[in-house]
């Protein structure tokens, strides 16, 4: 059987924001908008206080499990809004071991959304270390050219195989969505060089097994844009 799927937002107005993304997502997966696909699930967070947000999300994801017996997709956006501080090592931390707790005693994957610090590579912080560290899979989706509008989707960790490689998507207004750039080559940049606290986290979150120095230097050069 099909599994449930519970889209969990924390940012959207729940005036016309949150119902046009719901409204996309049922779209985008071939229904028409006036449909109600039994499989999915939404919910809004964000009328909720942000001190009793861990609690109600817990509670609503145990009352969700219960009336399912299908696997149970969580996809949390964004992650960080629903703890008090994501700053706080306690906060994050419950917040991560009650994901643990849910995905080791039932049948349920969480997606969970995480901004980058500003001019950083680096998700937010304490929760998002831990989540670099924690996650299975990790995907960075960055704007690469602003002025044409090009996202870069980059596969920063991949427990159970290689990372894919790195592509190049653009927003396309008619799709209301992204789209593949099947033809484009960026920019070669030049004298750029990565920043080491950046690499030092990036090789421990790869979780990947020995490999030679040309295929490291590989790596490092592609994820931070940067030469020899």
């Known amino acids: 059987s099909n599994p449930i799927i519970s889209y969990l937002d924390t940012e959207r107005n729940v005036t016309d924001q949150f119902p046009y993304a719901v409204q996309r997502i049922i779209l985008d997966a071939g229904f028409n908008k006036e449909d109600d696909p039994e499989n999915f699930d939404y919910l809004s967070?964000?009328?909720?206080?942000r001190e009793e947000r861990f609690n109600d999300l817990r509670?609503?994801?145990?009352?969700?499990?219960?009336?399912v017996k299908q696997h149970l997709i969580i996809i949390l956006d964004v992650v960080?809004?629903?703890?008090?501080?994501?700053?706080?090592?306690?906060?994050?931390?419950?917040?991560?071991?009650?994901?643990?707790?849910?995905?080791?005693?039932?049948?349920?994957?969480?997606?969970?959304?995480?901004?980058?610090?500003?001019?950083s590579d680096k998700a937010?912080?304490?929760?998002?270390s831990e989540l670099l560290n924690k996650s299975s899979t990790v995907i960075q989706v960055k704007l690469e050219d602003e002025d044409r509008d090009i996202i870069k989707i980059t596969n920063l960790k991949n427990r159970n195989s290689k990372p894919f490689?790195?592509?190049?998507?653009r927003f396309d207004q008619d799709a209301k969505g992204l789209v593949?750039?099947?033809?484009?080559?960026?920019?070669?940049?030049?004298?750029?060089?990565?920043?080491?606290?950046e690499i030092w986290e990036?090789?421990?979150?790869?979780?990947?097994?020995?490999?030679?120095?040309?295929g490291l230097v590989d790596w490092i050069t592609d994820k931070?844009?940067?030469s020899l």
């Open 59 to 67: 509670n609503y994801i145990e009352l969700l499990r219960h009336k």
């Open 124 to 128: 937010r912080g304490h929760t998002g």
């Open 224 to 226: 931070f844009s940067c």
């Open 45 to 49: 967070l964000l009328p909720i206080k």
């Open 165 to 169: 490689d790195s592509f190049y998507t």
């Open 80 to 119: 960080t809004d629903c703890i008090v501080s994501f700053n706080d090592p306690v906060e994050s931390m419950k917040l991560i071991d009650m994901i643990n707790d849910f995905i080791n005693q039932y049948d349920m994957t969480f997606i969970v959304v995480i901004h980058e610090n500003p001019n």
């Open 202 to 214: 990036y090789l421990i979150a790869l979780d990947k097994p020995e490999t030679s120095r040309a």
């Open 180 to 197: 593949p750039l099947e033809d484009y080559v960026p920019p070669v940049q030049s004298n750029v060089k990565a920043p080491t606290d």
